[in-house]
């Protein structure tokens, strides 16, 4: 059900339905288990300086681990299956979202610090934005949201016809992706101006991700195919950056650090 890449390229992670995380060389031989969730393990994330692991899933706890083994925290709270467990970019924090319709923030040391509420059915996905000052979730009920770091809700967009199962920044944060039942992915600026439809999918859209430069999404589908699609940045940017201009210069909703997020672009 997922697997993760260390910071390094040293060692990967994988997790499944039988409930066993499994850590790998990137040759194939087999490190070591971690074995203490008692049911699917839906997501697994490793920390920036790959110092930690996280994993998430159907037994409701998000659970830390360090590359040994050794099982550092269990939290509890999530009152359904967790499917999606991220760090934030500093390593210092987790979001976890849930099929109990919750997103729940954690801090590394200190436990649960926010439970955000807001999604009308499960949440499928949740990521920080690059600059860690922001969080976006994906959910059944077939919204976007975004989020500040103290829980309150900042945005809602609305677009596909189905769940959403997946969100992912661009590298620079400049742009979202969103991949969804409705079995197309859409592209969206930070700020949430929609700004294109990519269909050919004959199945849902069950993930997506950009490369490492922005300039390419791939996404996997229940068709059984895997997609890449190329993105014509500048373009894309300018659109959006004409929509947004005024609010972007004006809005007293718009952090001084947002403000020149369009640069010279327009």
């Known amino acids: 059900y997922g697997v993760a890449w260390s910071s390094h390229g040293d060692y990967l992670a994988s997790a499944g339905a039988d409930a066993i995380v499994k850590l790998w060389t990137p040759t194939g031989q087999l490190l070591g288990e971690l074995t203490d969730h008692q049911d699917a393990v839906w997501s697994i994330d490793i920390s920036p300086d790959s110092r930690f692991i996280a994993t998430a899933g159907a037994d409701r706890t998000v659970r830390l681990w360090r590359p040994d ?12 299956t967790v499917w999606n467990v991220a760090f934030s970019p500093d390593g210092q924090h987790l979001i976890s979202a849930s099929e109990d319709s919750t997103l729940r923030l954690w801090h590394l ?16 996905d949740a990521s920080f934005s ?16 975004f989020w500040s770091l103290s829980g309150q809700q900042q945005n809602v967009l609305r677009g596909h016809r189905d769940w959403v199962r997946s969100v992912a920044y661009s590298p620079d944060g400049h742009l979202l992706a969103t991949a969804s039942d409705d079995q197309t992915l859409r592209l969206w600026s930070a700020q949430g101006e929609p700004l294109q439809t990519f269909e050919g999918h004959q199945g849902i859209v069950w993930r997506v991700d950009f490369d490492s430069q922005g300039h390419r999404l791939a996404t996997a589908s229940a068709d059984g195919t895997v997609r890449i699609w190329n993105l014509k940045v500048e373009d894309l940017m300018q659109q959006g950056c004409q929509w947004l201009g005024d609010y972007l210069q004006y809005s007293a909703a718009v952090s001084e650090a947002d403000r020149g997020a369009c640069g010279d672009v327009r």
């Open 130 to 145: 690059p600059n860690g000052q922001h969080i976006v979730s994906a959910g059944s009920d077939s919204t976007l949201r």
């Open 69 to 80: 083994g050794e099982l550092l925290q269990t939290w509890r709270g999530h009152q359904s």
């Open 109 to 124: 040391t200190d436990g649960l610090r926010q439970t955000l509420t807001g999604h009308s059915g499960g949440v499928w």
